[in-house]
Each structure stands twice: as structure tokens, then as C-alpha cells.
């Protein structure tokens, strides 16, 4: 029996915009980036014992990103990109690009890719980075999709139909992916692109937001389902950020505080994308503020 939507809802997280046209006109939305705020700074920092572990973390709190080459040994890469390759992935867009994504491992669903489980979602350096970034014990087991996108020869030079691709943020508050390339990366096949430094909440992102906030719930229902609000170039370019494609040779790995400003690159060749993604979203739903609870009695 399908769950309620309020209880989907309270499952997904707080979303990049809530409360509708009226209460977001009187700041209502503001109001939500303060509370976010407050609650982070409430948090206890997490320090790692791993010295490698708070060298990275440092990073990403720091600039939004970190980019490690060669991340995994040769012999376990090869053991990943074999069982990525063998899956059956569901396509979520079908032209330009074309995708195929599916979810390999979630928490409280059992999964048969014991190679994707193990080194990602139990990945202790990961998880690591990921708990002292967003002061949070890993409680609930991450997300873990592949992905692959391409365009068509004949797409080549046209504007993309997936509106994911709009320049955004994921949400008002920290939140980290982390991003395995499977193949070769460049700015020619949709290099995933990040401004660094913009993962930081200023006054000039408040009000962008709250304009935002405002706008989006001026679009009809299907264009805010269907829709990534976009960020402008402008916002960027007057607030010193600069969108820089993240480059990388196959097993390179990305950890990325979304936060921050990115969008998935643009195509200029037909030679794919293969990605292994990671989130920690699952540790800003209900879900995990009940077994935090749990945990704590």
C-alpha cells in the first residue's frame, strides 16, 4: 500500500522551497535558511581521528569541493566498473541527453550489488568526510545510483531537455554527494561543473534566494515539478564565483557539498558520462531525526 504524501514528503527532507507565494513573499523562506542555520550551529562538531579524513572534510567545508584522482585501487575499480556495467539502469530522460539512472543501494531496501554497497555506502572514508561535514553520525545508509548520459549525434549543438541542468543548488542547507567518474570526464562530455566558495550561505544568496522563493511559486504546478530553478551567470559573476568543469580520468572521485552552485556540463561529443553517485540526503529526513532519537535514549 503507497505511503501518504505527507509522509513521502517528510521522507524526502526539507526542499529547496517550501511554503508557497504569500508566506515566501513575506519571508517566510528566510526565515527557513535561518532556522537551518541555527540548527547546524547547535550540532556538535564530529572530529575524525583520520587525519586524512578532517584533510578532506576541511576541504569541502572550506572551497564546497575536493577532487581525488585514482581514488580507488586498480584491482577494486575494475570490481566496480564491471558491476556497473552488468546493471539494467531505468532511463529518466530520452534525448539530449539521454539517461539512465537507478538506485543500487538505499537505506532499509536490500540490494544484490555487494561491490556498490561496500564501497560506497559502508565506505568508512566517506562516511567520514561526510559525517564531520554535516556534524552528523551516519545513521542511515546512503544513497547509490549509476548513472550514464550521452547525447545523439544529431542532439549535438542542442539545448538540453533536462532542466536538471539548469546552473542551481540542491537545497538551502549543507548536504553532500559524492561522484565517481567510470569513464574519462571533460568539458566535451558533460563534466560535472561547481563554483567553488559558493556553498556558503551570504547576504547577496539570501536575497537571490528570496527572490527565487518568490518566482517559483508563480510557475504552475508541472513547470515546479518538471523544472530546476536556475541560478543567472550574473549572481556568479557579481559575487566573485567562477563555474569551473571538474575534469577527471575514470576512478576519479568527487566529493561535493551541493549546497553550492553546479549543473551537469554540456555535451560536445557523443562519448558518455558514467557516474557512480553517492548522497547523505537520507540524514535530513524524519527518518533520521527518529533514530537519532532512538540512539540517544
Known sequence: MPRPKFLQNLMKGPRRFEGGLVLNAFGYHALRILGFKIAYAL??????????????????????IV?????????????IKREADSLN????NERAPRILRSVIVADGRPTSNETLETYFAKNDFLNGV????LRKKILLTPTVQVERSWYAQEDLGKESTDKADNLHFDVSYPTVKAFLYLNDVSADNA?????????????????????????FWLWDKKSRETITPEVSR??????????KSIVGK?????????????????????TPREMVNVSYRVLETFKFFLRELRQKR
Open 43 to 64: 550540532r556538535r562538531k564530529i572530529e575524525s581521528q583520520d587525519a586524512n579524513v578532517k584533510r578532506v572534510a576541511e576541504e569541502v567545508l572550506r572551497d564546497g
Open 67 to 79: 577532487v581525488l584522482p585514482n581514488y580507488f585501487s586498480e584491482e577494486v575499480f575494475s570490481k
Open 89 to 92: 539502469l531505468a532511463t529518466v
Open 130 to 133: 561526510a559525517a564531520t561535514v
Open 191 to 215: 563534466a560535472f561543473s561547481y563554483a567553488r566558495g559558493s556553498q556558503k550561505m551570504t547576504l547577496a544568496r539570501l536575497w537571490m534566494e528570496y527572490k527565487m522563493s518568490v518566482k
Open 234 to 243: 550574473e549572481f556568479l559573476k557579481n559575487n566573485g564565483f567562477e563555474l
Open 250 to 270: 575514470a576512478n576519479t572521485l568527487l566529493i561535493v557539498n551541493t549546497m553550492g552552485m553546479h549543473r551537469r556540463g554540456d555535451y560536445a561529443m557523443t
